[in-house]
Every structure is written in C-alpha cells, then in structure tokens.
C-alpha cells in the first residue's frame, strides 16, 4: 500500500518548516524591531505543472516573516523580483492584494499581527521553458514599520522523485519467520538524484533485522535511517541490497513504512524526538546492487511524490479477546460499583491502522439499573428506552496482554435480581461489524454480572466459536489501509505512552498491556445517567486518528 502527501507537504524536505536552507538576510530596522525572512535555499519547478487548481503539481514556496519586538499591528510591503526567473517558472499568489508591473510582484500595505506574517508563492512550468536544470535565484525583500530584510532562493526548472516500488503484500509468512521483500527505488524525475536516504519506520510485528554501517538505529524505537551514496538518472529502477525483518510472535497485520528521499531527512520534524546512534563500522553496508558508490550531493532538489511505501503481511494467528464484569454492592445501600473490562490473551496483537478500535466494551444494564456515575471514556449508545447502553473506548492496538476496566455507579435493587452484561463489539476498518476473525474463541466474549446484594462476578454468555485454520483468526481479511503522513500523528505519537501495567486512568477506569497510554477514562465527577437520557450514536466508535509506532506500544 502507498501513502501518498499533499503536494503542499511535498517539498517538505527542502520547504520543512521554511527555515532549512533559507538564505535569510535581516538588514537595517528601526528601532529595536527586526525583520526577518524564513524562505527555503531550494525549490524544484516541475516542467509539467500548471497554475494551482485541482491536481496541480505547482511548487508551493512560503515566505515567513517575523518582527521581533514589535507587538502593535504593523503594515508592510513585500516585493519579489521575478526578472531572473523567465523562462524557468511563472509565480502566483493566490488570495492576495498582490501585483505584477513588469518584473517585479508586489505586496503592498500587507498586515502583520504580533510579529508574524507569511506569504505563499506558487511556482509551476512556464510557456516556453528553458532547458530543463536551468537554475535562477528568486529575491526577496520585506521592509515593515521601516525593518528590511531581504532572502535568496534557488529556483530549478526540474528535480528528481525517487519512488520506492510498492511490494505486494505477502500472505505466505508465519510467525518466526524472516522476509526478506525486493526493495527497489526509481527516479520518475527529470534530473539525477545523487544519493538516497531510506527511512524505516517500525509499524507493527516486524522487527529489522541487518545491522548496516550505513545506516544509524533509532535507540529509543524502531526507527533506522540509511545512507545511500549512489545516484539514480532519470526513469532508472534501482535494488537495494536484501534487508530482512523477523515476523513476531504476536503478529496479525504486520507492516513496516519505508520512505526514500534524494536529501537527509529533517531530525527537527517527526523524528525530533529519536535518538540515534550509527551501525558497526565493520558490519556491511546498504547498497544499490551493481553500482558503486557516487559522490557527494549534487543539489538537485527531489519532488517527494509518492516517495514513501508500506511492507505489508498477513499471518495466520488468533488472540482471543476476553470480556469481564464484576458487581460490588455498597453495604447497606442500594447501590455499587459495576467494574467492566476486556483483556487480550493473545498471541496476536490487532491494530486498526484507520485508528477505530478492534474492539469496544459495551455494558448493557436494564432501565430499572440506574447509572449514577460513569467513566469519561465511557458513552451512552441504546436507543431503546428498556436499556441503558455504554460502549467504552479501548485503543487501535489491542496488543497481547492488553486490558482495560470502566467503572461505574450503578443502583440497583437487591430484590429485583437484574443483570449487566458486558460485551466487546468490534467493527471492522470499513466500519462495519468485523466479527473478530482472529478470535476462535468467542465463548468469552460475552459475560452476564448479577446486581444483586452480594458480590459477583460475570458468567459467559456462550457465543459460536469459530475456526482458526484459512488464515489469521479463520479468514484472511483485507490489509488495512494506510493512512497519509500528518494525519499520523500526525503522525506518530510515542512520546504519549504510559509506563508498563496499568494505564493512568483516573477514578474508575484504567488499561494495561505496556508502554500504551490509558484509555480506560475515570469517573467523571457529577455525572449523572437517569431513565429517558437521550442517545448518542457513536457511528463507528471515538475515533483516535494517531498513528502508534512501535515505540509509543512496546515495553
């Protein structure tokens, strides 16, 4: 599967966050103020592209201004000089007071609030272009409450986009074993790309296995970045050298992201929080299979389309998800606490990549039960007025050894011997009831919980079992789809894991089974659920669009 970017996102490499490379000068000010520009060093114009619109491959390039000291609303002028760039791009700006007499694009009387402002300039392929790799430098100047600043950016006709090659998902691995996938990498650009830099990022279940000289290991998560010097010309398809990852033993969908680019990866970006450390000097290093390494960077500039693929499996594997419920009557009252929960037995982890849960806790009580009190991540669901119904937020990844508990307040009179019963209801990634294919087991999948005078806990409901034997839980179901880079978590969110064991949910709710932040919510103070509470449809569940990396889920 492929992860595709915005084209706004996809210079990120050589744009990032407007400070990389930028050849930003602050010239004479006023006052204390001062005025700078963030602009890119370097930007590629694709000789294909058009205006901006719908599908257009434009080359979006960002001018951010800032005013130190100077908190008041100031009003400013910025001219771009466009005389250098004929023949290599055409600029717009789009949504702006701006104007072109002859060469030169000014924006006049521009407002700048608390010292910030930007401007974007788009860049696409102009009529009767130069020869591709024609280069010329765009300059800039800002002058706002009498602070000047000038930037320089170099402005090539043509770049590189480096692509690794989708690689079909492989249903033929177990756990244990090692795969070793054909990574190939080709130039869709227009100039030469003198290096690659590949990035892998551990997903789910696959463990990388070479150590590489080339490559520098991520001590602190299963992120390696390698370091390959041998260029790739236009339309040309290169191999990697085989690189293997072990399949785990708790593997189910297991994946692994692979992103190649012609310049380093930005550290200051997603990675920012990684540490690395370089492979062994005597180990071997990743190559491009019968080329010998290049020289040293030719400042070509890569588009970054598409540049980025999955590694994805399906292995025949079970967990077996257990329901759990338990009645603890407060002496002389009609009243207690009703703990609901789940655990995975494992072997196998379930991860929902579009980020809903493999599994929920539902907890389904009579109307005469009534609620007085329920977790945070708890949520009212039943539309039929004889019920009161709260499905109960888990996580994406069920890991092996995973648990959850919710805690609530229920009265409930001794004498009129009512029940609870708690249940995990899964939808799929296409938010349709999935059934858990991987549990064969479904016998615990649904407990009863007496709200009598004594203490209790739940009895199975007995539930069809299913068998394990076409593929992972007794099918083989489609792989997940991967979702685009900045919806992970943005990205990914590692820095949010708990500690191992229990979850630091408050009150009543907690969840365990490693380095996974709580989800289980606590009680939420005041909160009171009565007979006739209007429902809240909850659709395909609470949502939680961050992308787990191993990091952020293992101990």
């Known amino acids: 599967m492929r992860t595709s970017r915005s084209r706004s996102l996809g210079l990120a490499t050589a744009l990032a966050t407007l400070a990389l490379g930028g050849a930003a000068v602050p010239a004479a000010h006023a006052a204390d103020s001062t005025l700078k520009i963030e602009a890119p060093g370097a930007v590629a114009v694709d000789p294909d592209s058009?205006?901006?619109?719908?599908?257009?491959d434009s080359t979006q390039?960002?001018?951010?201004?800032?005013?130190?000291?100077?908190?008041?609303p100031a009003t400013g002028r910025i001219t771009v000089d466009l005389a250098p760039l004929q023949g290599i791009a055409s600029v717009t700006v789009p949504g702006n007071a701006c104007t072109v007499v002859g060469q030169v694009l000014t924006c006049d009387a521009m407002p700048m609030y608390e010292g910030k402002q930007s401007l974007d300039l788009y860049l696409y392929a102009p009529t009767g272009a130069r020869p591709v790799g024609s280069t010329a430098v765009l300059h800039t100047t800002a002058v706002f409450a009498g602070a000047t600043a000038t930037a320089d950016t170099r402005v090539t006709l043509g770049g590189s986009n480096v692509v690794v090659e989708e690689v079909p998902t492989n249903r033929d691995l177990k756990p244990g074993d090692t795969w070793t996938p054909v990574l190939k990498v080709t130039n869709r650009g227009?100039?030469?790309a003198s290096q690659l830099y590949l990035t892998f990022t551990g997903g789910m279940e696959l463990t990388f296995l070479p150590q590489f000289s080339n490559c520098?290991?991520?001590t602190d998560g299963d992120v390696?970045?390698?370091t390959v010097h041998a260029g790739v010309d236009p339309g040309?398809?290169?191999q990697l050298s085989p690189i293997g990852f072990k399949v785990d033993a708790d593997a189910y969908y297991p994946y692994e992201d692979v992103r190649v680019s012609s310049a380093e990866p930005d550290l200051s970006g997603w990675l920012d929080h990684y540490r690395f450390t370089p492979g062994p000097a005597s180990a071997p290093k990743l190559a491009v299979l019968g080329k010998p390494e290049g020289g040293a960077p030719n400042g070509v500039v890569d588009f970054e389309r598409l540049n980025s693929t999955?590694?994805?499996?399906?292995v025949p594997n079970t967990a077996d998800f257990v329901a759990s419920g338990s009645w603890a009557p407060e002496a002389g009252k009609q009243q207690g606490k009703l703990t609901a929960g789940m655990v995975n037995n494992g072997p196998a982890s379930i991860d929902w990549r579009s980020g809903s849960h493999p599994a929920r806790v539902r907890v389904a009580l009579p109307a005469q039960a009534e609620v007085l009190q329920k977790p945070d991540d708890c949520y009212p669901t039943s539309t039929d007025p004889a019920v009161n119904s709260f499905d109960c937020g888990t996580t994406p990844y069920i890991r092996n050894g995973y648990r959850a508990s919710f805690d609530f307040t229920v009265r409930a009179d001794p004498a009129a011997k009512l029940s609870a019963t708690v249940s995990l209801p899964s939808l799929g990634e296409d938010n349709q009831e999935s059934g858990k294919p991987w549990d064969p087991d479904q016998a615990n999948d649904v407990v009863t919980v007496a709200l009598g005078g004594e203490a209790s806990t739940g009895t199975p409901s007995p539930q069809p079992s299913r068998s394990a034997t076409a593929g992972p839980g007794g099918s083989t179901p489609s792989v997940p789809a991967t979702p685009a880079p900045g919806t992970t978590p943005a990205a990914p969110s590692p820095s949010a894991s708990g500690g191992p064991g229990t979850g630091g949910g408050t009150g009543g709710g907690s969840t365990a089974g490693g380095n996974l932040a709580s989800t289980g919510g606590g009680q939420g103070a005041g909160t009171t659920v009565g007979l006739g509470l209007g429902a809240i449809a909850l659709g395909g569940g609470v949502l939680v669009a961050a992308r787990r990396?191993?990091?952020?889920?293992?101990?």
């Open 190 to 192: 227009q100039l030469p």
């Open 549 to 555: 990396r191993k990091a952020g889920a293992r101990g």
């Open 61 to 72: 390039l960002r001018l951010g201004l800032t005013l130190s000291d100077h908190p008041t």
């Open 310 to 314: 999955s590694l994805n499996a399906v």
């Open 224 to 226: 390696v970045i390698c």
């Open 216 to 218: 520098r290991y991520a």
């Open 236 to 238: 040309e398809t290169v």
């Open 50 to 56: 058009t205006a901006p619109g719908h599908g257009s």
